[in-house]
Nanobody
Framework: QVELVESGGGLVQAGGSLRLSCQVSGSTVSSFAMAWFRQAPGKEREIVSFMSRNGRSSANADSVKGRFTISRDNVENTVSLQMNILKPEDTAVYHC????????????????????WGQGTQVTVSS
């Protein structure tokens, strides 16, 4: 049974940094295309960053380009999201997600293409 558990959220001032981590169990992280999504109060869940199954391709939403970086550690079986220059509008619950059935060279961008989800971790950025 595949499980995803996020950690690393918290309260930070604008301009600060946080690093989120997603621990994968029940399978290897390299078996999945991985992504981070976020959901702010009253808003739909949106994709933030994603990485292909072979780990060679990644991308970010326009709203976080140049500030967020997704990475993967095959030894620790984790995927991380380094978030720099945080803004109040980054406040949301952040979820990691895994997709096993996508091609190895890219990652899906739609929520319904991800089979496994973590419970989420709260990120709050104060102004």
């Amino acid at each position: 049974q595949v499980e995803l558990v996020e950690s690393g959220g918290g309260l930070v001032q604008a301009g600060g940094s946080l690093r989120l981590s997603c621990q994968v169990s029940g399978s290897t992280v390299s078996s999945f295309a991985m992504a981070w999504f976020r959901q702010a109060p009253g808003k739909e869940r949106e994709i933030v960053s994603f990485m292909s199954r072979n780990g060679r391709s990644s991308a970010n939403a326009d709203s976080v380009k140049g500030r967020f970086t997704i990475s993967r550690d095959n030894v620790e079986n984790t995927v991380s999201l380094q978030m720099n220059i945080l803004k109040p509008e980054d406040t949301a619950v952040y979820h990691c997600a895994a997709a096993s059935s996508f091609n190895i060279y890219s990652a899906p961008r739609q929520l319904n293409e991800y089979e496994y989800w973590g419970q989420g971790t709260q990120v709050t950025v104060s102004s």
